[in-house]
């Protein structure tokens, strides 16, 4: 199965900081690579696929990159609203996994 | 508006059964791959198990492979997961989720529904 490692797992920043989420892959996945964003108690909200694909709806602040093993999420500029837990997720082959997430809190 | 309703979340013993249903509304999910994604208390997401577009079988994680069987019921527009030889560690929020196409990631995700296994 292919593992997903996320970096960090917590991040502490400020309104307006840019942020940068690693997600590495344990093998090749090309960039079938998807981000998810989630607050407590609600579902998963598709932010990017195919690795820097920005989903319908999503700001502009958030963008993907990467290919093969490595990938990164960043939000160019921290709102209020982006407070929330972020997760990898790849879909090269079954079975599907998700990075362990990254929890993005106030500073 | 594409929505999707998870339902029939209960407790459960550890050995039981149990049957969700992922209603859909908006899309024909013959048309569109369909997961089940979990979470554990306090924990992160799990993927579960997938159905491509119109595709007979299912693909499913290690965790849950011979114990749980996902299926469609096309007339009915609604998912199935039959969850069968539970565990403690089965024991999470559930969520049907669509996608619309190959290459894209999971874009509509229903409510989800809770799952407890205890005695």
């Known amino acids: 199965d292919i593992q997903l490692t996320q970096s960090p797992s917590t991040l502490s920043a400020s309104v307006g900081d840019r942020v940068t989420i690693t997600c590495r892959a344990s093998?090749?996945?090309?960039?079938?690579l998807a981000w998810y964003q989630q607050k407590p108690g609600k579902a998963p909200k598709l932010l990017i696929y195919k690795a820097s694909s920005l989903e319908s709806g999503v700001p502009s602040r958030f963008s993907g990159s990467g290919s093969g093993t490595e990938f990164t999420l960043t939000i160019s500029s921290l709102q209020p609203d982006d407070f929330a837990t972020f997760y990898c997720?790849?879909?090269?082959?079954?079975?599907?996994?998700f990075g362990q997430g990254t929890k993005v809190e106030i500073k | 508006e594409v929505q999707l309703l998870e339902s029939g979340g209960d407790l459960a013993q550890p050995g039981g059964s149990l049957r969700l249903s992922c209603g859909a509304s908006g899309i024909i999910i013959n048309n569109y791959g369909m997961n089940w994604v979990r979470q554990a208390p306090g924990k992160g997401l799990e993927w579960v198990s997938g159905m491509g577009v119109s595709a007979e079988g299912a693909d499913y994680a290690d965790s849950v492979k011979g114990r749980f069987t996902m299926s469609r019921d096309n007339s009915k527009n609604t998912l199935y997961l039959q969850m069968n030889s539970l565990r403690g560690e089965d024991t999470a929020v559930y969520y049907c989720a669509s996608r619309r196409g190959y290459g894209y990631g999971m874009d509509v995700w229903g409510q989800g529904t809770t799952v407890t296994v205890s005695s």
């Open positions: 997720q790849h879909y090269n082959s079954s079975p599907w996994t």
């Open positions: 093998q090749s996945i090309s960039t079938w």
